[in-house]
């Protein structure tokens, strides 16, 4: 050969791109087949955008993942490269980085039960999902919380403030006599409709705040009032008269509730709970009952909302109180029982979206 073309094939040979040695588990290229066909499956019928089939079709990638991982060994490297191989399969789609496969194996070993990512988890959008897997540890409080999305209808901002304030620690913790003034079928529900504390990040507490103040500002915000009472409630007013012989009163704040189908009266105090409390309660809900209440309508609850309380006093005075009466404090912010070690070490709900968006 001569010298010139032996230079040129030398020069080929020297700059001709390395092949990268295959280090992949034997069984890679069955599983990225098998991958492949049940998106293009899913394609195939329009299901991903019906979001219980996408969270069903990333439950099921990260299944096979996790067992591949289990049998296998498979490492972070062939997630990677599997991550690779399906987006330069489905260019358009997203939600296929090597994070999200790894939130996907995560989905799978969170809920090895496929029947309970149908009836609760796969009616959550992804995001929540992700966001329930990297902020909530036990998995009885995930699905809590996903089962709370899907009765309530969280948004994301919203559900990232539920897990904030440790929604699923308040709810039914109200103190209350319900179990003695209200029929059984009745008192469970309307014990788990309330929740001890309340908290109102949205106020600004005065040091000479009064309580008129206090329920103003509640009305200013009154969506966000709603949003912490949970599913169901419905503002009727605020400062509502109630004319008893000579004298005039006024409910603070009234509200009806559609599933218990009765009024919930509520009293707010800039104080601790007083056993007067409950009484003055009680006499309004009977006020409530004999002027507004329809004949279809349940009996009224009362909800006092107070800046602190003794629960013995509490059981103390609602042991005779004939009326059902839940009492409750309110709080400005919860943030305050964290560490101080995790306090704003927790990701945003801005760090979940770029995440998904890879």
């Known amino acids: 050969m001569p010298a010139k073309k032996r230079t040129s094939s030398l020069r080929r ?5 390395k092949r990268r040695v295959s280090v992949l588990p034997k ?33 099921s990638i990260g299944r096979e993942i996790m067992e591949r991982q289990d049998k296998e060994g498979w490492g972070s490297k062939v997630v990677e490269r599997l991550a690779n191989d399906l987006h330069r399969e489905f260019p358009g789609m997203n939600g296929l980085s090597e994070r999200n496969l790894k939130y996907m194996r ?12 149908q009836q609760a988890v796969a009616r ?4 929540h999902n992700v966001l329930l897997l990297t902020r909530v540890k036990k998995p009885e409080h995930r699905l809590w ?18 897990v904030a304030t440790h929604a699923h620690r308040r709810q039914g913790k109200a103190i209350t006599n319900f179990k003695r003034t209200l029929p059984a079928e009745r008192s469970d529900l309307a014990h788990q409709t309330l929740k001890d504390p309340y908290t109102f990040e949205f106020l600004g507490i005065a040091a000479d705040m009064r309580e008129r ?3 103003q500002a509640l009305v200013d915000h009154i969506q966000k009032v709603l949003l912490e009472l949970g599913s169901g409630f419905a503002f009727v ?10 004298k005039e009163y006024k409910v603070d704040l009234l509200f009806y509730h559609l599933k218990l189908r009765c009024y919930v009266v509520v009293d707010l105090k800039m104080e601790a709970f007083e056993p007067e409390h409950a009484g003055k309660m009680n006499f309004y809900l009977t006020a409530v009952d004999a002027q507004l209440r329809h004949p279809d309508d349940k009996p009224s609850i009362g909800l006092l909302l107070c800046k602190d309380n003794d629960k013995l006093v509490v059981e103390y005075a609602l042991r005779d109180v004939s009326k059902p ?8 912010r919860l943030v305050a029982t964290l560490p101080k070690n995790l306090r704003g070490a927790l990701p945003s709900v801005k760090d979940i979206e770029r995440e998904l968006s890879e």
């Open 13 to 17: 040979s020297v700059n001709a791109p």
């Open 27 to 59: 069984s890679y290229a069955a599983v990225l087949e098998a991958v492949k066909e049940r998106i293009r499956t899913a394609q195939l019928k329009a299901a991903l955008a019906v979001n219980s089939d996408l969270v069903m079709l990333y439950w």
């Open 106 to 117: 995560a989905l799978a070993e969170a809920y090895p039960d496929r029947s309970i990512v």
């Open 124 to 127: 959550i959008p992804w995001g």
């Open 145 to 162: 919380y996903a089962q709370a999305t899907i009765a309530n209808g969280w948004s994301r901002a919203v559900l990232d403030a539920q």
């Open 213 to 215: 103040d206090l329920e």
């Open 237 to 246: 007013g605020r400062q509502v008269p109630l004319k008893v012989g000579r």
């Open 325 to 332: 009466i839940g009492v409750a404090e309110w709080k400005t």
